[in-house]
């Protein structure tokens, strides 16, 4: 079989890969349908020194190199942040997709599709900052499920790095590897993709990672919505329950409680989509029965211009520094973080006190604390002042 020969519709070169050594063409759970590198450099010959982008031979899947891409790319994408999104609807950045998907284009017509558009982006007059590297595109699918259409990953690597390649842009060896190396990656759900576009609603089909670079580069090249981060997307929801409280007059005792839902939901699913269709769940069902903001937190959020994103992926610290207040005297002598539910005047029983005139700050000291107090500044009735 010629390894560079790429068959005109994907189901059959899924066959035809079968038939390979299994233990080779397999990566865990997921079997290796096609896949294809490119480049994208700077033309020095050219005046601006645009970038230009070279296709290179398809894949051997025979190669444990590429199934180890795979599983490396794989894990990358299940432990780190997503952003998630949906395409932006230009028949430019979606047409390739769909006609690879009903067989009337062969993958490595896709992947020049995609490289296209990637490169007519880098080339933007905003990006000279930006560096080429090489451009690896992987459809791939769970083994053992006919109804599966698989994922088309696209990952940018350096030139040089963890990733080798040879000169017909084929993986030679997969060394560890180095995080620098990865510089963006996007995965697209086709399954997801083909029950869901146009709408978009529910599950997204595109995710993106973020490697050293930041990846609002690919999300505008490969067209998706463009929207704002998972950090701000957190951040906001905490402001808009406070905006929505005020809005609908409720007390500070059912506003508390529903920040504290809400913490504890994004809590229990960090690294994972959260929808605010579920926030909005969340905070309804902390509302009194039959109150007239019930099932109107969303359309709150939107209409008084509170970005948070339809789906969205928290990470621990996002979420703990949208329910905390940073704290600072102008001189910059101290800076605290406090839980906002923390605090409270005199008589609320709340562990960090502040006085009526909110001057002060009164914060309970630990064991540790005070001794390190202690040792620092001595007993009160001990004398500041020198008698020599």
């Known amino acids: 079989m010629n390894d560079s020969a790429v068959n005109e519709n994907p189901s059959d070169e899924l066959e035809l890969d079968e038939e390979l050594d299994e233990s080779l063409t397999t990566s865990g759970k997921f079997v290796a349908v096609a896949a294809i590198t490119g480049s994208l450099e ?3 010959t050219l005046t601006g020194n645009p970038f230009k982008y070279k296709i290179g031979n398809s894949w051997n899947l025979g190669n444990k190199a590429a199934t180890d891409f795979i599983d490396q790319i794989e894990r990358k994408f299940d432990r780190k942040n997503k952003f998630h999104s949906y395409f932006s609807g230009l028949p430019s950045n979606v047409s390739p997709i769909q006609n690879y998907l009903a067989g009337t284009i062969a993958f490595d017509e896709l992947a020049k599709s995609q490289i296209i558009q990637i490169t007519q982006s880098a080339n933007d007059q905003s990006r000279k900052s930006l560096r080429g590297g090489n451009l690896v595109f992987i459809h791939y699918k769970t083994k053992d499920d006919e109804d599966d259409s698989g994922r088309l990953l696209i990952v940018m690597v350096d030139l040089k ?18 995080t620098d190396a990865l510089r963006q990656a996007a995965m697209f759900d086709l399954t997801l993709f083909q029950t869901i576009y146009p709408n978009k609603d529910g599950e997204t089909y595109l995710q993106f990672i973020e490697g050293k670079s930041k990846s609002d580069f690919f999300k505008e090249a490969l067209g998706c919505d463009s929207s704002i981060s998972n950090k701000q997307s957190v951040s906001n929801i905490f402001l808009a329950i406070v905006a929505f409280s005020l809005a609908h007059n409720l007390n500070r005792a059912v506003t508390e409680k529903i920040k504290e839902k809400v913490a504890e939901h994004i809590r229990d699913n960090i690294g994972k989509q959260v929808h605010i269709s579920d926030i909005q769940h969340v905070i309804d069902k902390e509302l009194p029965p039959g109150h007239v903001s019930t099932g109107s937190f969303s359309e709150f959020s939107n209409t008084h211009g509170y970005q948070i994103n339809a789906v969205f992926e928290a990470t621990r610290t996002a979420l703990e520094s949208s329910i905390s207040l940073k704290i600072n005297d102008d001189k910059r002598n101290y800076a605290l973080s406090v839980k906002a539910s923390s605090i409270g005047y005199e008589g609320s029983e709340k562990p960090v006190i502040v006085d009526t005139d909110l001057a002060y700050l009164m914060i309970p000291l630990t064991d540790e604390d005070r001794e390190l107090i202690r040792a620092t500044i001595g007993n009160p009735d001990e004398s500041d002042t020198d008698d020599s």
Do not use: C, I, M
Request: no cysteine.
């Open 161 to 178: 790095g963890a990733f080798e390649f040879d000169e017909k842009l084929e993986p030679r060896k997969l060394n560890p590897v180095d």
């Open 42 to 44: 700077r033309d020095t």
